[in-house]
């Protein structure tokens, strides 16, 4: 199972940027699926998690400001990013669980920044 993201980079303080994550290789269905970030000297944590039936949860620093989602038929992930604020700069990193294992995307790089 691979997992590739995309969407990062440098955008102003309350602007806005779109991550995308695709799995691929032999698998039929993803379960969950998530994004999570580690910003420079902190611990990874959960951005917002997504079922394969659309239940969501998000952390409470991004709530009413990131909307995540799903399209199951492409087995994509998206981390829609709204209202951003320079303590949102971290490596972003998407999660899916496949057959009762998770796997790890390559990070994105998000800067806000003015």
């Known amino acids: 199972v691979q997992l590739q993201a995309s969407g990062g980079g440098l955008v102003q303080p309350g602007g806005s940027l779109r991550l995308s994550c695709t799995a691929s290789?032999?698998?039929?269905?993803?379960?969950?699926m998530g994004w999570y970030r580690q910003a420079p000297g902190k611990e990874r944590e959960l951005v917002a998690g997504?079922?394969?039936?659309?239940?969501?949860n998000y952390a409470d620093s991004v709530k009413g400001r990131f909307t995540i989602s799903r399209d199951n038929t492409k087995r994509t992930v998206y981390l829609q990013m709204n209202s951003l604020k320079p303590e949102d700069t971290a490596v972003y990193y998407c999660n899916a669980v496949v057959y009762g294992m998770g796997y790890w995307g390559k990070g994105t790089q998000v800067t806000v920044s003015s």
């Open positions: 997504i079922t394969s039936g659309g239940s969501t």
């Open positions: 290789g032999s698998i039929f269905s993803v379960n969950g």
